[in-house]
């Protein structure tokens, strides 16, 4: 489709082609729609998030256990920050946990070891074999993608795969490591805080299947997992949760997403204070990440089939938010095909068929 003539909302930049978007005869969409009627209860539900998540570190502390918390640590300016400020606040015992997806930007490799050092930090990884992550997303270029509108609105399908091997493996750590609490970076962009309201049913963000009722929001866990456990079956078991069939007295921790209530989101002061701890950005990641080398796949390949960038709902989430404006959000769709093309992990990994 020429990007030219895609329809936006007039307000928020999210193209027609962007998953489950309708507009108003006016030209609004429907997710800016909700972001309003929203937007008068988020301060409220911020403030009872913020007391509820405060109660709970408060009584794990009480606890002295070896590790309060697990984090999972991508190197990113997000976790990073996250790491940072649960040490720094709240002085926790942390154990942080990296998925390795074996794409990871050698800077930010570096800033992982940097950080946890100067942080005092325990640290943990998780390497997925190179050929399985390949093989799952030759797949996914080869197919129509079998994962859910919900899950596509938010990531592209290369970053499904890592984040519910996020989820999956560094849930597995918390298991084995008795570890009563989980914190993810996710921003308040990129999961929306509508879900959020899942912690006042189970104490958690994340929810398990068996813990709730089918009119709940998305479980991401599940909705993740299965389509890759009807294609590839006992392969993924190590890197994945079974969320539908976690047994009655299984131990499972909390997930909290911090970023929404426990801290007031500001870009600008994150990256003051992880370049003040030895923290660099990465040269070679795109604009959308600090961390991954494989990002550029996921934006690529969703851009090409799907007519959207992935991380349009995040940028439009900004763009309402007064945080962007919108002409600065489209410019993050701008791709260089022929870059693209001649980049050296596109040639690594046999995509230039797939074009
Ligand atoms: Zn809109």
Redesign the pocket.
């Known amino acids: 489709m020429d990007k030219e003539k895609i329809k936006r909302?007039k307000?928020?930049a999210?193209p027609e082609t962007y998953p489950g978007v309708k507009f108003s005869e006016e030209g609004?969409?429907n997710?800016?729609f909700y972001y309003d009627i929203y937007k008068e209860r988020e301060s409220s539900i911020k403030i009872q998030l913020k007391k509820e998540f405060l109660n709970l570190i408060n009584s794990l502390k009480k606890k002295k256990k070896k590790y309060d918390c697990v984090v999972a640590y991508s190197g990113g300016k997000d976790s990073t920050f996250l790491l940072y400020f649960l040490k720094n606040k709240f002085k926790l015992n942390i154990l942080a946990h990296t998925l390795d997806n074996c794409f990871l930007s050698p800077q930010a490799v570096n800033n992982i070891k940097v950080i946890v050092k100067r942080l005092n930090i325990a640290h943990i990884s998780t390497k997925i074999p190179t050929e399985l992550l390949v093989k799952i997303l030759k797949s996914d270029l080869s197919s129509p993608l079998p994962y859910p509108k919900e899950l596509l609105s938010m990531m592209s399908s290369v970053c499904v795969v890592c984040q519910g091997m996020v989820f999956g493996t560094t849930l597995k750590q918390a298991q084995k490591y008795k570890v009563p609490l989980m914190f993810i970076g996710y921003t308040p962009g990129q999961y929306p805080i509508i879900s959020l309201e899942n912690y006042f049913k189970v104490k958690s963000c994340v929810y398990f299947s068996s813990q709730v009722y089918k009119d709940d929001p998305l479980d991401i866990i599940k909705i993740a997992r299965d389509p890759l456990d009807e294609r590839f079956g006992k392969e993924i078991e190590p890197y994945y949760f079974k969320s539908q069939y976690i047994e009655k007295d299984e131990f499972v921790p909390s997930v909290l997403f911090p970023f929404h209530a426990l801290v007031d989101y500001d870009e600008k002061i994150i990256y003051e204070k992880i370049y003040d701890l030895g923290w660099k950005k990465p040269q070679d990641t795109d604009p959308c990440s600090t961390n991954c080398l494989l990002n550029m796949i996921g934006n690529y390949f969703t851009m090409k089939r799907f007519g959207y960038h992935p991380y349009i709902g995040e940028l439009?989430f900004l763009v309402?938010e007064g945080k962007l404006s919108y002409q600065n959000a489209l410019q993050y769709e701008y791709m260089d095909e022929a870059g693209f093309a001649s980049h050296p992990i596109v040639k690594q990994l046999g995509l230039s068929k797939y074009l």
Do not use: A, D, K, T
């Open positions: 909302c307000r928020c999210l609004i969409c997710y800016c439009s309402r």
